[in-house]
């Protein structure tokens, strides 16, 4: 098979066909190679590649006795640059680390690595990964594919156009405020931010935080599916982790339903949405109806969602990040600043009180759940913007205090601690795409994996990707 037909093929495929040896790692790899070589220059998505470290392991590579679902048998995936890949540079996005090399890997790349999986190299995000437009002052912007003049999202963009590409089959991404939905939204990809301990990472300052999680992104739900299952287990070294189910993520991908009731809301009635990304939305959630889904405009109730997560997060800041603050203010970009010091103002009485308000929301949620299968709610409040505008500060007549504000309808899922799949969903009049977020029951990977399939089905939209980048019309 010639290079392109190697990186058009989905995930899956690529697998099966590394099991019956059909092509090898090595052949994976050069076609990779050739497609970043000719990809890349356009959207800046892979600053960093690893090639000859990742011949090495493939030609190290020994399938064992008897390899688990999440077996990928040599297949090449990238790395966000904020997790440790062992010999490989990684920078977090920071001029702090812009020469740090990491000694170890995250434990999210020891389970991949474990499974199969081959890093041939590291996506961009922005600093820290805080924010939802991937730049950063060591390898400038990342570009979406569907129009380079614009913001692929972030914080996972650099993932998102490797997928979406086809430089890479898959990517790891991150998601504290919506980091591999908003980007899977704005590159027409899917990601799935799972539940707190689904996938194991770390070691990190806290490893008790159930805010940021790691998961999967790929071209389509199955491709997800594949991934999430080399990604789950147990792991001493990550304290919430929880045991790979009985039955693999694939097969619920495998079997596509519709949920049986459906709620649907265009802003999970706190704040404001582009009329057309709305639009686009509903009109996509009511396909259900055609499969025999009951379809109705319902959420929980999200009040106080804003107030509570920018509490939370500023903590997790201050854990996370003070202790550079103090030694190198001047190498990191106000929003991060703004974020910890925000974190360090903060009483012990507005932490207990964001701690109680969301273990109240999840309790709304739970019971919303009893009466519903899923929620269905637009994973980017507008479509994607100009890559030069560093976050969004107004939609219609409403204005944002701050960087994370106008990411509400993703920061708001991850107080839940649900599962959520963001799929696409359609595109605006200018060609721009938008995507659907479907959160399910807690700990319901499996169940909303099964609906975002169905989605999947109906929509057709898988097809349109790997595509090669197009400039501004």
Not at 79 to 104: L, N
Not at 444 to 472: H, I, N, Q, T
């Amino acid at each position: 098979m010639s290079a392109s037909e190697l990186t058009s093929l989905s995930a899956r495929a690529a697998v099966e066909k590394l099991k019956s040896g059909e092509v090898s790692p090595l052949e994976l790899i050069d076609a990779a190679e050739e497609r970043i070589a000719a990809v890349d220059p356009a959207v800046n998505a892979l600053p960093t590649l690893c090639l000859d470290q990742a011949r090495d392991a493939a030609k190290a590579l020994k399938a064992p006795d008897d390899p688990g679902p999440g077996w990928l048998a040599g297949l090449p995936i990238v790395v966000k640059d904020v997790t440790e890949v062992a010999g490989v540079r990684t920078t977090h996005g920071s001029p702090i680390f812009a020469d740090h090399v990491s000694e170890r890997d995250d434990i999210s790349v020891e389970v991949l690595k474990r499974n199969g999986a081959i890093v041939i190299g590291k996506s961009n995000t922005p600093e820290f990964a805080a924010g939802a437009n991937t730049f950063n002052e060591v390898f400038g912007k990342t570009r979406n594919p569907w129009n380079t003049d614009t913001t692929c999202g972030g914080s996972s963009g650099g993932a998102a156009v490797a997928v979406a590409t086809g430089m890479s089959w898959l990517a790891t991404g991150t998601d504290l405020g919506g980091s591999l939905r908003t980007p899977a939204s704005y590159c027409s990809v899917v990601g799935l931010r799972p539940s707190p301990g689904r996938v194991a990472a770390g070691p990190v300052r806290d490893p008790f935080q159930s805010l940021s999680m790691n998961g999967p992104m790929a071209r389509n739900v199955a491709d997800v599916a594949l991934m999430l299952d080399a990604e789950v287990g147990e792991h001493p070294g990550f304290p919430l982790s929880l045991a790979a189910p009985a039955e693999p993520f694939q097969a619920a991908a495998a079997s596509p339903a519709a949920p049986a009731r459906v709620g649907f809301t265009p802003d999970l009635g706190i704040g404001p949405v582009d009329p057309e990304v709305a639009e686009i939305c509903r009109a996509g959630a009511a396909r259900f109806a055609e499969a025999g889904s009951v379809v109705e405009e319902s959420c929980p109730d999200f009040s106080g969602a804003l107030e509570t997560f920018q509490t939370l997060r500023a903590a997790a800041f201050v854990v996370s990040r003070a202790p550079l603050l103090d030694k190198h203010r001047d190498k990191m970009k106000p929003e991060m600043i703004w974020n910890i010091e925000k974190g360090m103002e903060q009483t012990s009485g507005d932490i207990s009180e964001a701690l109680a308000a969301r273990g109240a929301l999840y309790a709304r949620v739970a019971a919303w759940f009893e009466d519903h299968d899923v929620l269905a709610v637009p994973a980017a409040i507008v479509p994607p913007f100009d890559v030069d505008i560093r976050y969004i500060e107004s939609v219609g007549d409403h204005e944002f205090g701050n960087y994370v504000d106008w990411l509400y309808i993703t920061f708001a899922i991850t107080l839940t601690a649900c599962p959520v799949v963001c799929v696409p969903c359609g595109f605006t009049k200018s060609g721009l795409p938008v995507g659907l977020q479907l959160v399910g029951r807690p700990r319901g990977e499996a169940e909303v994996l099964r609906y975002a399939a169905k989605f999947e089905e109906m929509s057709g939209l898988a097809d349109l990707v790997p595509m090669d980048p197009r400039p501004p019309a």
